[in-house]
DNA sequence: GTTAGCACTCGAGTTCAAGGAGTGCTAACA
DNA sequence: TGTTAGCACTCCTTGAACTCGAGTGCTAAC
């Protein structure tokens, strides 16, 4: 069978209609919301077709129908328009200057959340592939050293060490020469064990301490690995029928507490580069993660200059409004961009 | 009427069994349940008199009896056995080192909702009335400056702050020196205007990047005065079919989510001192967070040397376990402690 | 003061019928 | 041959009536 002009129409009525109630849908609908002109009786006849290729179902015999899992697929990858919206604009919201990245990232996700009525989150940018810019050690208290680490795109971390016997300011001078020397405009997976014997041997009698302090500098690089993730507008599931039962809204409120969870979400975003603007949709089973087989989440990745990437997910139930969310996902994109562009002045 | 003894026990009873089962407790279960042989009809009579004084109430006629807030009062008042229980060793799970107070909290607020199965909360130690220790300024960049605060506690705050024209070295020597020589050992209430001034006028022709230095510097410490919260468990006010239903369980976890709205809970439990343990019981309509109104919440204030205060707050049904959860919070207290101390040696 | 007994109340759960939305099928129509 | 009207059928929803049982309050007897 063939998906004609007339099926491809009706088939879009019925998905714009359930986005609008999250109600199934019937024939006598179709007949009068579209410009076809068809009675319901042939509705009808075109819908039983449309179930049989798999692009909607009823929940009972006797209900509406209902679109599948392949019924959103179509509609997200052929037949939404891109329909201009007033989307409300972000950037006044953002650019309240928030210095600090983390600031920043939990801002976004919340204006995004009270935007799109949708649950949301955002990675921060993976910094691992960073080159580190500067290091300094400095004395805080007789046996409290301070370990500050700068790695581009003006990430900072830190960490207050204690050693046993107390640094002279020459040894001191001198050990920050020796890691600027030698760490800087490395990034983070570049720096290896020989490195750090050869520099060990440098430092000569003071040995032990390098150690104590590239272990702590290490430690301080490595520190967030596991990468941070910020949500929102988690109780918006609420909001949904479909998705408020105590079973499901548990597992998903859940699964927002539990971040790491959400990493798949993430790693997915990150490495399939198939579309070219880093938005994907995964609709139901689609998602990588098993708590959101009801849900429909789509992504979008950033980017800050100097390689800073990062992932922004909305999720939504499957009857979400993919045409809203994508394109404020657009927004975001360039406005995060321009927003990273005038910070650099 | 009198509160007497058989009186006591029975609304005991009535607690603990409804504690148990948050089902409302009929005369027949109590008749069985106690050990002072009286039959269904004598504690009904003597239930009549619980619900006079306001200790018990019947959901509709009926029904059996739970208790009051009035009721739950007294019981955490005065009647609670200090039974001993095994509270499982909290301090293996989080002497695993974490430098960070950040992952140390979250690791906290993570335990005890495991432990407990109620959701729980800890705002971070307040840090605005503790001394600065130690002040740099640092060139990262051509006209990039990186400042790094060092406060009691160890508590570290950085900033990146650009500036229009090239430091010397020279120039930045002397701007570390005014800097810690004026600043160090105030508290960051203590930094005022007047200061800020004098400071500018010694530092003659770089008076104006004094002025932006000394704006970084202020703003980098007062970041936090919004303090910081972190939250966990919010799901397990699913396991509690009184707080489960949608309406309730969307405006818990919103507050959560929104955790602002559970500073109100910290002020509180820090500003009463009236338990010389520091444990705060607030029931029903007792606490100040509206939309906890149906739940009971359980506070302690910790403390981790140098006057850094913090608050942990157990959020649950009506019907929680006090005993457990104010003897889980007093080891928590004792070993949090401990845990800063082996921390300094 | 305690207890047995009994009538009463009220919610929870069940059953049942009515109502209605929606379907599939058939036959007639253009 | 495609479209439509019509009709019987299905199945969910709603609400009323009903039963059941837990629990109560009250009274009278012990």
Redesign the interface.
């Known amino acids: 069978m063939q998906l004609d002009e007339r099926k491809t129409k009706i088939l879009q009525a019925i998905i714009r209609n359930y986005l609008e109630t999250g109600e199934p849908v019937g024939s006598r609908t179709i007949s009068k919301y579209t410009d076809l002109n068809l009675s319901s009786a042939t509705i009808r006849n075109e819908m039983a077709d449309l179930e049989e290729m798999g692009y909607i179902l009823q929940p009972h015999t006797s209900a509406g129908r209902i679109p599948s899992d392949k019924g959103y697929r179509l509609y997200v990858d052929t037949m939404m328009e891109d329909r201009e919206r007033e989307v409300i604009e972000m950037k006044e919201m953002l650019v309240e200057r928030q210095?600090?990245m983390e600031t920043l990232l939990k801002q976004v996700a919340k204006v995004l959340a009270q935007n799109t009525q949708y649950a949301t989150m955002i990675s921060a940018p993976q910094t691992h592939h960073n080159k580190v810019?500067?290091i300094?050690l400095?004395r805080?208290?007789a046996n409290?050293i301070?370990a500050?680490i700068?790695v581009e795109g003006?990430v900072?971390k830190?960490?207050?060490l204690s050693v046993a016997q107390e640094l002279s300011d020459e040894t001191l001078l001198k050990l920050n020469i020796l890691l600027n020397t030698h760490l800087n405009g490395l990034s983070m997976e570049e720096i290896n064990l020989g490195m750090i014997a050869a520099m060990k041997q440098q430092a000569g009698i003071h040995s032990d301490i390098v150690g104590e302090v590239i272990d702590a500098v290490a430690?301080a690089i490595k520190?967030d690995e596991d990468l941070e993730i910020y949500?929102?507008?988690?109780?918006n599931i609420?909001r949904y029928p479909e998705l408020?039962d105590?079973q499901k809204?548990?597992e998903l409120?859940?699964t927002f507490?539990e971040k790491q969870q959400l990493t798949g979400l993430v790693q997915e975003a990150l490495a399939d580069e198939s579309s070219e603007t880093g938005i994907q949709v995964y609709i139901g089973n689609e998602t990588p993660v098993q708590s959101m087989k009801d849900c429909s989440v789509v992504t979008a990745t950033y980017e800050l200059g100097e390689g800073m990437k990062g992932t922004i997910g909305i999720i939504g139930p499957k009857r979400m409004d993919y045409d809203k969310v994508i394109h404020t996902l657009r927004t975001l994109q360039t406005q995060l961009d321009e927003l990273y562009n005038t910070d650099k002045k």
């Open positions: 210095d600090k810019k500067f300094q400095s805080v208290d409290q301070l500050v700068v003006n900072i830190n960490n207050i430690e520190a949500t929102s507008g988690t109780n609420f408020a105590q809204a548990s409120i859940n507490e």
